[in-house]
């Protein structure tokens, strides 16, 4: 398996002003169950370093970062920052998923510290988080059977990349692992030609804004590729917009 690490630009230690506020029970947020949507999502925020806000019972929250996932001993490592010290017991741990996205989970559990590390603590994968997602504008999938995908150049190379969502505000598209060694979040893609079916072609400039490994049965190994629209011609913005337009018609 390719070590994708490497195709992530891991943030630094977190500080109080990423703190995250907890998701509201009423916020119309969903409920994630399976055991490795949970373990993924939580490799995907190790992968990049994301800011993990926790809020221990009765005491003030705590900043930290994943350090490492374990799904085969269904645990993972939290890195915390400083000085602070995590209190066992109850507590909740709240982080920001992909930006247009929250996850939270809940643990009450004794925390094991790592041996020689006393800024790392070992703790169990939750059995169910809660994840609130904001996009900006809905995504809608690609057709079946169409093509719908993505080319553009990149330090002398040609990818291609098929897109399996879209709105009028940014892509999904689908990577190798080797493809994905080229991005980061952040990573400004110049002059993207976007196929939308057989007769449309939008160039686009898109932003790199989430790397998030996943597991198909047929295809092996392959990394989500969100990213947002952020230069396009008018002309082009209508297009788009009368394509997001057909496709929620026919839904």
């Known amino acids: 398996?390719?070590?994708?690490?490497?195709?992530?630009?891991?943030?630094?230690?977190?500080?109080?002003?990423?703190?995250?506020?907890?998701?509201?029970?009423?916020?119309?947020?969903h409920?994630?169950?399976?055991?490795?949507?949970?373990?993924?999502?939580?490799?995907?925020?190790?992968?990049?370093?994301?800011?993990?806000?926790?809020?221990?019972?009765?005491?003030?929250?705590?900043?930290?970062?994943?350090d490492s996932v374990d799904p085969k001993h269904k645990v993972f490592t939290l890195e915390l920052v400083?000085?602070?010290?995590?209190?066992?017991?109850?507590?909740?741990?709240?982080?920001?998923?992909?930006?247009?996205?929250?996850?939270?989970?809940?643990?009450?559990?004794?925390?094991?510290i790592v041996a020689d590390r006393p800024d790392l603590v070992q703790l169990p994968l939750p059995d169910v988080c809660l994840v609130l997602n904001r996009r900006a504008e809905p995504r809608l999938e690609s057709p079946v059977g169409m093509n719908y995908g993505a080319r553009f150049?990149?330090?002398?190379?040609?990818?291609?990349?098929?897109?399996?969502?879209?709105?009028?505000?940014?892509?999904?598209?689908?990577?190798?692992p080797e493809q994905a060694m080229e991005l980061y979040v952040g990573k400004k893609l110049d002059g993207v030609l976007l196929e939308m079916g057989s007769s449309l072609v939008i160039t686009a400039d898109l932003e790199v804004r989430l790397l998030r490994p996943f597991r198909t049965f047929l295809l092996g190994q392959q990394v989500q590729v969100g990213c947002r629209i952020s230069n396009?011609?008018?002309?082009?913005?209508?297009?788009?917009?009368r394509a997001v337009d057909k496709v929620q018609k026919r839904r």
């Open 153 to 176: 150049a990149l330090m002398g190379k040609v990818f291609e990349m098929p897109l399996y969502d879209f709105s009028r505000g940014g892509v999904g598209l689908r990577a190798t």
């Open 232 to 241: 396009i011609s008018m002309q082009m913005r209508q297009s788009l917009e």
């Open 31 to 66: 409920e994630m169950r399976d055991p490795f949507d949970i373990g993924d999502a939580l490799t995907t925020l190790a992968l990049t370093g994301e800011p993990v806000t926790v809020y221990p019972r009765g005491q003030d929250f705590v900043m930290a970062r994943i």
């Open 82 to 112: 400083g000085d602070d010290v995590l209190a066992e017991g109850q507590a909740a741990f709240v982080a920001a998923l992909g930006g247009n996205a929250k996850i939270q989970f809940e643990l009450d559990a004794n925390w094991a």
């Open 1 to 29: 398996m390719t070590d994708l690490s490497m195709a992530v630009m891991r943030k630094g230690p977190p500080k109080p002003a990423d703190a995250v506020a907890r998701i509201h029970h009423d916020s119309g947020a």
